[in-house]
């Protein structure tokens, strides 16, 4: 399985946030990550609306948690960003398939996905971002 870009870059944007616990530009992120500005404040547009990051306007203006990492649950950020139902076409219910409601793959995807998503319910952003200075290490060497 293989999670979006805006997925990927949204937990990474979170875990940044979390990390560095202070207001963060768009700008430092794209450039600290090697990622597109645009993408990024695409994806902080998404994580704002979903009440995971607050955006800060003016001097000094940028992004923070909206909540403390504690609360924000991995699986349910995962949920809010995938399309997990078009894993495959006719999970999405989008096309007719000839073996539908014969076939067994739908239920056992259905199932995996349930599983991954069950898994990752089990960590919350404090959890994936406890080694706080291992992080600001690798994200920003020469403030580290």
Known sequence: ??????????????MALAAK?????????ADHYDISRNHLAKVAQE???AGYVASLRGRGGGLRLAQPPAEINVGEVVRRLENLTGFVACMGG????VIDGACGLKPAL???IEAFL???DQFDLSQITASQSRLLRRLDPERA
């Open 47 to 49: 994580l704002v609306a």
């Open 21 to 29: 616990d202070e207001v963060v530009s768009i700008d430092w992120l």
């Open 110 to 112: 259905a199932g995996a």
């Open 118 to 120: 069950t898994h990752l």
């Open 1 to 14: 399985m293989q999670m979006n870009l805006r997925t990927d870059y949204a937990l990474r944007m979170l």
């Open 94 to 97: 989008k096309e007719n398939c």
